[in-house]
């Protein structure tokens, strides 16, 4: 069966850097996204991996190792505005996306 | 640009009523739409998609059924409404960059009692 992995809450300060981790394993792999989602709001793309590495955009980064069946999305200098759920998904072979349930982050003063 | 639409925002229906989703999309042509459903604290579930007019592929079993009677217009419907089918529903168009990228609507609460 196809699944995709993520923690379901961390909690980080203001200022600081946060790591979140997604492992998978699907039928076919044609990318994996990150989406942010505000609670009550629709998910807005973050960032796309297809080739293994980093992506960086600003605050934001994404890491994908394809062999490990594994990514991360790196937040640095966390601002309050940052607290949302953080949505990964891996587009399979027939490039439909597979959702892993979010990772809600919490972020305190 | 592209915008995509959906309304209501939310809705409060009672069991057994019919339920009527309405997405649509501008500024593009020939899209891939999408249903989605995410239930609280869960993944996005995929409902339907449709490649074009009339063209409806469904992923999962269930009451609801979509049309598409319009190129840039998606519906989602159902005759009689469940508790189960409370949730966040979402419609979304994909991108035509390499990606596959998905936008999605603003999203439609909906709370079947």
């Known amino acids: 069966g196809q699944n995709i992995d993520q923690p379901t809450e961390m909690t980080a300060t203001e200022g600081a850097i946060v790591q979140i981790n997604c492992t998978y394993q699907?039928?076919?792999?044609?990318?994996l996204f990150w989406y942010q989602q505000h609670a009550g709001e629709a998910p807005t793309f973050l960032s796309y991996?297809?080739l293994d590495g980093l992506e960086e955009k600003g605050r934001f980064s994404s890491f994908l190792s394809r062999s490990k069946g594994y990514s991360y999305l790196l937040l640095k200098e966390l601002q309050m505005k940052d607290s949302a759920s953080y949505l990964c998904a891996v587009s399979d072979s027939n490039y439909q996306l597979i959702w892993g349930a979010g990772t809600k982050l919490i972020i305190k003063p | 640009s592209q915008t995509i639409h959906q309304w209501p925002a939310t809705l409060v229906q009672p069991v057994g009523s019919p339920l009527s989703l309405e997405c649509t999309v501008e500024g593009t042509s020939n899209p891939n739409l999408y249903w989605y459903r995410q239930a609280a604290g869960r993944g996005l579930q995929l409902l339907f998609y449709s490649v074009g007019i009339g063209q409806i592929s469904s992923e999962v079993p269930q009451n609801l059924s979509a049309s598409r009677p319009q190129d840039r217009q998606f519906i989602l419907s159902s005759k009689k409404l469940l508790l189960s089918d409370s949730g966040f529903y979402l419609c979304a168009w994909r991108g035509f960059q390499d990606t596959g990228e998905l936008f999605f609507g603003e999203g439609s609460r909906l709370t079947v009692l």
């Open positions: 991996n297809v």
């Open positions: 699907t039928s076919g792999f044609n990318g």
